[in-house]
């Protein structure tokens, strides 16, 4: 089969990786790929944007499968214009892709199907959002309610917090359109998980959950990120929690998304938040997580290909992705200033020393090449995974693999999944 993977970072390295694994796959091509994905896929200039140049790549290749990584172009409706040419695409429509687009739409689908979620009020003018916020006493989560690349969410525990959030989406307009509306929402409290679930608009797989880091700094201090590393499986959360919340939450969704015209077919992400009072949705991706894919993947026994190909052709039924009895860990390496101004072009050192470890692979998330030296390109740069018998061992490995890797401002943290063993 031959396969058009759409990405260029560290979730789009794991999903190449996993599918390069397949007996099924004949050539593998990326678009716009980065030097990692280059090893093992044939990578072409498009950017994730060029809805058209993708959908002309396409074809051009007689691609038998596209899947999409990045929420942008599915958002965009990348996947529309696929099956309007008639190729197979993984990743769900505009239509269902909204529940990422727009955060207050997710809001709506979760309260049409019953799902448990944070209180919230929408608001789009300052007068609005800081009544709300007043009225919570500043405890809030304020978010952009569009696309903000992970950087439109802020944790919130005065007033005065809250007020800038929200001058910084209605005022400054630092995330464009998509800060036209922001959410002011209830803070709940409790350790979070990411469970996801492959979906063909009818059936539902669920994957192995696994927590992210969302922090930039040890002990869960500092800005939110993209995410700065990640672990699967979680303690204790086992298969009945699994089969619990594709109950209570991928499986009302999948049927609403259905019952309004969208079936959903795709990765279906829900971040979830285990309070006192039970699981509470978070928020929806329409795509595979990351780090999360860099910690599931590896863990994965069965075809992945076959599995999403299943996906987009509608016929997921008795098809599964299980988990390996195998733990793995994944630690995002940093530019300076991530992630407010990352800073670019430093040199990277180490890599292939670092893979010699045993379980040990390294991802590449946002790196280039310039006169033939690895370079960084991007904010988050290097996902280094490790598998291992638990967590501990995991862990052992992916840092003793950090440890061989040197670039100039090079940020990450010490703690991803300090204390856990699985």
């Known amino acids: 089969m031959r396969v058009l993977l759409v990405g260029s970072g560290g979730r789009e390295h794991a999903l190449a990786w996993g599918l390069s694994h397949s007996p099924h796959l004949s050539d593998l091509h990326a678009a716009p790929g980065n030097p990692g994905i280059a090893s093992i896929a044939s ?3 498009v950017p994730v944007t060029d809805l058209e140049g993708l959908t002309t790549l396409a074809l051009d290749l007689r691609a038998e499968l596209v899947v999409v990584g990045p929420e942008a172009p599915l958002v965009g409706g990348l996947a529309d214009r696929l099956a309007a040419a008639g190729i197979a695409c993984f990743g769900p429509s505009a239509g269902a892709a909204r529940i990422e687009g727009s955060k207050r739409f997710a809001k709506d689908l979760m309260e049409a199907a019953g799902v448990p979620t944070a209180r919230y009020s929408v608001c789009d003018t300052v007068a609005a959002a800081q009544l709300a916020i007043a009225e919570a006493e500043g405890n809030v989560v304020i978010k ?7 950087k439109g969410v802020f944790v919130c525990s005065s007033v005065a917090e809250a007020d800038d959030a929200v001058a910084a989406c209605l005022v400054d307009r630092r995330f464009g359109g998509a800060g036209a509306q922001v959410l002011v929402e209830e803070r709940i409290e409790g350790p ?8 063909d608009g009818q059936t539902v797989a669920p994957l192995a959950p696994a927590r992210d880091y ?5 002990g869960d201090r500092g800005p939110n990120t993209g995410g ?8 204790g959360l086992g298969d009945d929690f699994v089969d619990e919340i594709v ?3 991928h499986r009302p969704v999948i049927d609403e998304l259905a019952r309004r015209g969208t079936p959903f077919q795709g990765c279906l992400y829900a971040g979830v938040m285990l309070t006192v009072d039970g699981p509470r949705v978070l928020e929806f991706n329409a795509r595979w997580g990351d780090p999360e894919t860099q910690v599931i993947v590896p863990r994965l026994r069965g075809d992945l290909l076959e599995a999403l190909a299943a996906v987009a052709d509608g016929r997921l039924e008795g098809v599964s992705l299980e988990a390996g009895p195998q733990s793995c860990v994944t630690i995002v390496l940093a530019a300076r200033g991530y992630p407010d101004a990352p800073e670019q072009g430093a040199e990277i050192e180490g890599v292939d020393a670092a893979e010699r470890i045993e379980g040990v692979t390294v991802f590449h998330a946002g790196t280039d090449t310039r006169d033939g030296r690895l370079v960084v390109a991007g904010g988050r740069v290097l996902n280094v995974s490790a598998v291992g018998a638990d967590v ?3 862990r052992e490995r992916a840092y003793a693999a950090v440890a061989e890797i040197h670039f100039d401002g090079m940020q990450l943290r010490t703690d991803i999944g300090e204390g856990v063993r699985v």
């Open 43 to 45: 990578c072409h200039d």
């Open 144 to 150: 952009a309610d569009g696309l903000a690349g992970g």
């Open 192 to 199: 979070e998980v990411s469970v996801l679930a492959l979906c």
């Open 214 to 218: 969302k922090r930039a700094l040890d």
């Open 228 to 235: 700065m590393g990640a672990v699967s499986p979680v303690a």
């Open 247 to 249: 109950r209570t939450v």
């Open 392 to 394: 501990w061992e995991a």
